[in-house]
C-alpha cells in the first residue's frame, strides 16, 4: 500500500521541510518587496514624484529606466519568483526543487560573501549600513543552505532523473560567466540603449530628458546635392593648393537646416568632369567618420586577404625554417597596436630622419619626402598601409591552418591527371580554403570597423573612426545620450556581421 | 630525405628569396624600432640608418628609472593578470559545461558566447563608463579589472570549449564508474588534461589585455597613475623634457614588446602540445 508522501517519519531530520519551504517563500517575497523600495528610495524616482516641482519635475518611466534599467528589476524579481516557486516544491518534499534551493542559496552566499570582501576592500568598516547587510546575508544564506542540503538527503525521497542533475550541474557552473557578462555587457548595453534616447550628459545625477529618436535622427540623414565646381579665371575648374577640385558650397537653405558636406562623389561616369555629388549630413563629423571607416575596413581587409594568401601559400610549402617563420609572422601581431602605431609614426616622418622617405627616395618611388601622416590625402592609406602590415601575417596564419586541412591526395591526383599549378589553385586550393577564407574574412572586417587605437595615436582629432568619434563626444564633449546613440548604432553594425559570421560558422551542439 | 644537390639549391633560392623577403616585411619595422632606441641624440635626427653608429643603453636605463613608467609596467602586470585570472577560473566553468554536459538551452548558449567574443567595446563604453562611475571605482585599476571580461571572457570560454569537446568521453565514462563526483572528475581529471589549451589561452588573453587601449585609456585618463603601458606610451613625453625623445619611446616600446615577443615564440611551442594533448585517446 502507497503511503502518503507526508506521513513518512521525516521529522525527526533537521527542520520540518515545511518551515524550509515558508522561509523560502519569505526571501522570495523580502527580495521583490526590496527591489520596490529601492525603486521608490531613488533620488532621481522621488523628484519624478515629487508634486511640488509642478511641470518641471522629470518623467517617472525615465527616472526609473536611467536608474535601474529593465534587467535588473526583471531578474531580481524572477529570482524572488522562483524563491518562492522553490519554497513551495520544498514544502512539498520536491527533491529536484530541495536541490536547486540548495545551489541557489549557495550562490547567494557567494555573491553577499564577494560584496562584503569587496566593501571591506574599499576601506568600508565592517558595522556599516552598506556592509553589515551583505555580511549577515552570508551568515543566513549559509544556515539556509546547511538546512536543505540535510532536507535533500533525507532518506525515502525519489531519485532525481540523472539528466535534471546533469542539467543542474551545468547551470551551476555557468552562473559566475553568465553573472560578470551581465554585469559588464548586457547591464551597459541596456543602459546605453537607454540613454540613447535621452539628452543624459556624462557623470550627471539629474535625470535627463526624454528626446526620443533625435539622436538617431542627427547621425542618420543625409542628403545628396549636385553642385558644381568652382570656376577659375580660365574658366576651369578651380583646384586648391593641394591639387583637389574645389566646390561650389550647397544651397543657402540647405545650409540653414544645418546641413554640411561631408564629402563630396565626383565619379567619372555617373557625374559630369565639373560636377560632382556633395554628401551632406548634420553630424558632418559622424558623417565622415563611417565613410573613413568602411574605407579603411574595406582597402585593409582585402589587400590583407590578397597578401596573406600569398604568404600562407610561400609558408605552407615544405622547408627548412618553416616554424622560425611561422615564429615570425606572430611577431607584428603581438606587437601593441599603440606601439605599432608610435614606431609608424616615427618610421613615417617627413623629414630625412623618417626611413620610408628615405628608401622611397632612394628607389624612387617617390620624388620628394611625403608628409604622410599630416596631408589630408596622405593619412588613410597610411592608416591602411600599417593595419596590413600589422594584421596579413596573422590573417596568414589563420589561412595556413585552413591549407593544412587539405588533404594532400588531392594534389597528388591532379598532378596524375596532369593539371598545371594554375589549375590545381582555382580548382582544388581555393573552394577548399573558402571556409577558411570566410572565417579570417569576417573576423578581420570586424575588428577593422572597430579600429580605434591607430586613429587614436595617429590622427588624435584630425581623422576619426567611428570608435575615436564616440570617443571623443563621451569622455572629451560628456554628451552620454549622443555618443550612446553611436554606440548603439555601431553594435547594431557590428551585430550584423556577427550575425553573419556565427550562421556561417554554425555552432556544433554535440 | 632526398639529396640536397647544388642543382637543388639552385632551384629553389627565387624561394628562399621569397620567404626572407615575407620575414623582412614583418620584422623589419621591428628592427628599425631595436635600432632607434639604441641610437645617440646626433643620430636620431641625422639621415636615417638602419643600424646604430655608436649604439648605447643610455635610454633604457632612462626609461626604466622613469617612476611613472614603472608604475605604469606595473598597473599592465596587474590589470593584465586580473583579466587572465578572472577569463580562466569563469571561463573553464563555462567551458566544461558547454563542452562536455547536456542541458536544455545549450545551443542557445554557445550562440550567446560566440557571439560576445565579437562584442564592440565601444558600444558599452558609455553604460560601461556610469557603472564604474556608480561602483566607485572610476579612474583606479579596479574599473579595468572590472571590464576587461567584456572580451577576455567570451574568448577563453570560446577557445575552451572547442578544447573540452575535443577530449574522449571514454576518460569520464570510466571515472564515473569509478564512482567519482562531477567535481572530482573537473578538478582530478578533465583539468590537468587542459592544462595546455589553459597556458595557450591565458597567454592569449593576456596578450589582449596588455595591448588593450580604450578601457585604459577611457578609465584612467584622469588618473596617470593607474594607467597602464599603452596608455603610457601613447602619451609618452619623456623623461628630459625637451624635443620629442624618440629614442626613449622606442626603449620604452621595446620594454614592453620584447615580453610578448618572447611569449609569443613560447606559444608557437604550447599550439603544438595544446594540439597533442587534445588528441590523446583515453
Request: hydrophobic fraction near 55%.
Amino acid at each position: 500500500m502507497a503511503t502518503p508522501i507526508s506521513a513518512r517519519p521525516t521529522s525527526s531530520v533537521g527542520p520540518g521541510t515545511t518551515l524550509l519551504g515558508a522561509l523560502l517563500i519569505l526571501l522570495g517575497i523580502v527580495t521583490i518587496g526590496s527591489l520596490a523600495l529601492e525603486i521608490t528610495q531613488d533620488s532621481g524616482v522621488r523628484s519624478a514624484l515629487d508634486a511640488t516641482l509642478g511641470a518641471g519635475r522629470p518623467s517617472l518611466v525615465i527616472a526609473v529606466l536611467d536608474a535601474f534599467g529593465v534587467l535588473m528589476p526583471l531578474l531580481v524579481t524572477s529570482l524572488g519568483l522562483a524563491a518562492i516557486t522553490l519554497g513551495m516544491g520544498v514544502a512539498r518534499r520536491d527533491v529536484g526543487a530541495t536541490r536547486t534551493a540548495h545551489d541557489g542559496v549557495t550562490w547567494l552566499a557567494i555573491f553577499a560573501l564577494v560584496m562584503t570582501v569587496l566593501r571591506l576592500t574599499q576601506g568600508a568598516p565592517l558595522l556599516a549600513d552598506g556592509t553589515l547587510g551583505p555580511a549577515l546575508a552570508v551568515l543566513a544564506a549559509l544556515a539556509l543552505r546547511t538546512a536543505l542540503a540535510r532536507a535533500a538527503q533525507v532518506p525515502g525521497l525519489a531519485h532525481e532523473p540523472l539528466v535534471a542533475r546533469e542539467a543542474r550541474t551545468a547551470w551551476n557552473l555557468l552562473v559566475p560567466a553568465l553573472v560578470i557578462l551581465l554585469v559588464v555587457a548586457a547591464r551597459p548595453l541596456e543602459a546605453t540603449v537607454i540613454t540613447s534616447l535621452t539628452d543624459k550628459r556624462f557623470a550627471s545625477d539629474d535625470v535627463p530628458s526624454f528626446v526620443g529618436l533625435t539622436h538617431y535622427r542627427t547621425l542618420l540623414t543625409l542628403r545628396l546635392d549636385e553642385v558644381a565646381c568652382r570656376t577659375a579665371d580660365d574658366g576651369s575648374c578651380a583646384r586648391s593648393a593641394n591639387g583637389a577640385v574645389r566646390w561650389e558650397s550647397i544651397p543657402r537653405e540647405t545650409l540653414l537646416d544645418g546641413y554640411r558636406t561631408a564629402w563630396h562623389w565626383d565619379l567619372p561616369l555617373v557625374t559630369a568632369p565639373d560636377r560632382a555629388i556633395s554628401v551632406g549630413a548634420l553630424d558632418r563629423t559622424w558623417m565622415r567618420a563611417i565613410w573613413v571607416t568602411l574605407m579603411f575596413a574595406s582597402a585593409s581587409v582585402t589587400l590583407e586577404l590578397l597578401l596573406g594568401l600569398f604568404i600562407a601559400l610561400t609558408v605552407h610549402s615544405e622547408f627548412r625554417g618553416r616554424g622560425a617563420m611561422r615564429a615570425v609572422m606572430l611577431v607584428p601581431w603581438a606587437i601593441p597596436t599603440v606601439v605599432s602605431a608610435r614606431l609608424w609614426e616615427l618610421m613615417l616622418k617627413d623629414t630625412s630622419a623618417g626611413i620610408v622617405n628615405r628608401v622611397g627616395m632612394m628607389t624612387g618611388l617617390i620624388e620628394s619626402p611625403q608628409a604622410w601622416l599630416t596631408t589630408a590625402a596622405l593619412q588613410l592609406p597610411s592608416a591602411i598601409m600599417i593595419d596590413v602590415w600589422k594584421t596579413s601575417p596573422f590573417m596568414a596564419l589563420l589561412l595556413l591552418a585552413g591549407l593544412q586541412v587539405i588533404p594532400k591526395e588531392l594534389y597528388e591526383s591532379a598532378r596524375v591527371d596532369g593539371a598545371s599549378r594554375a589549375r590545381e589553385f582555382v580548382s582544388i586550393t581555393l573552394p577548399l580554403l573558402k571556409p577558411a577564407i570566410a572565417v579570417a574574412l569576417i573576423f578581420r572586417t570586424l575588428d577593422a570597423l572597430r579600429v580605434f587605437d591607430l586613429f587614436n595615436v595617429l590622427f588624435g582629432r584630425a581623422e576619426h573612426s567611428v570608435s575615436t568619434y564616440t570617443f571623443e563626444v563621451l569622455i572629451n564633449n560628456q554628451e552620454a545620450g549622443y555618443a550612446s546613440a553611436i554606440g548603439v548604432l555601431i553594435f547594431l553594425l557590428i551585430f550584423g556581421f556577427a550575425i553573419l559570421y556565427v550562421r556561417f560558422l554554425g555552432v556544433n551542439r554535440t | 630525405m632526398t639529396r640536397p644537390t647544388w642543382r637543388h639549391a639552385l632551384r629553389r633560392t627565387p624561394f628562399y628569396l621569397v620567404v626572407a623577403l615575407i620575414a623582412a616585411y614583418a620584422l623589419l619595422p621591428f628592427v628599425w624600432a631595436i635600432s632607434t632606441s639604441l641610437k645617440s641624440e646626433n643620430e636620431l635626427f641625422g639621415p636615417a640608418m638602419l643600424l646604430p653608429s655608436e649604439p648605447t643603453v643610455r635610454h633604457y636605463v632612462n626609461v626604466l628609472s622613469s617612476g611613472a613608467f614603472m608604475r605604469s609596467l606595473a598597473n599592465s602586470v596587474l590589470v593584465s593578470g586580473g583579466g587572465v585570472f578572472v577569463a580562466l577560473t569563469a571561463g573553464s566553468f563555462a567551458a566544461y559545461a558547454l563542452g562536455r554536459l547536456r542541458f536544455r538551452g545549450k545551443g542557445a548558449m554557445l550562440y550567446a558566447v560566440l557571439a560576445m567574443t565579437m562584442f564592440p567595446q565601444i558600444s558599452v563604453l558609455s553604460g560601461l563608463y556610469e557603472n564604474v562611475r556608480d561602483l566607485g571605482i572610476y579612474g583606479t585599476q579596479a574599473a579595468l579589472i572590472f571590464s576587461y571580461p567584456l572580451f577576455t571572457l567570451p574568448f577563453a570560454a570560446w577557445v575552451l570549449t572547442t578544447f573540452f569537446r575535443g577530449l574522449p568521453r571514454e576518460i569520464e565514462e570510466a571515472a564515473v564508474v569509478d564512482g567519482a563526483t562531477t567535481a572530482q572528475i573537473f578538478g582530478r581529471i578533465l583539468l590537468p588534461l587542459t592544462v595546455p589549451a589553459l597556458v595557450t589561452t591565458g597567454l592569449l588573453t593576456f596578450i589582449v589585455s596588455w595591448n588593450e587601449y580604450l578601457f585604459a585609456l577611457s578609465f584612467t585618463i584622469t588618473n596617470p597613475n593607474a594607467q597602464t603601458v599603452p596608455v603610457a606610451i601613447a602619451q609618452f613625453t619623456g623623461v628630459v623634457e625637451q624635443q620629442e625623445p624618440i629614442a626613449e619611446i622606442m626603449a620604452a616600446a621595446m620594454i614592453v614588446t620584447l615580453p610578448l615577443v618572447i611569449l609569443v615564440l613560447l606559444f608557437q611551442q604550447r599550439i603544438a602540445a595544446g594540439l597533442t594533448a587534445g588528441s590523446v585517446k583515453g
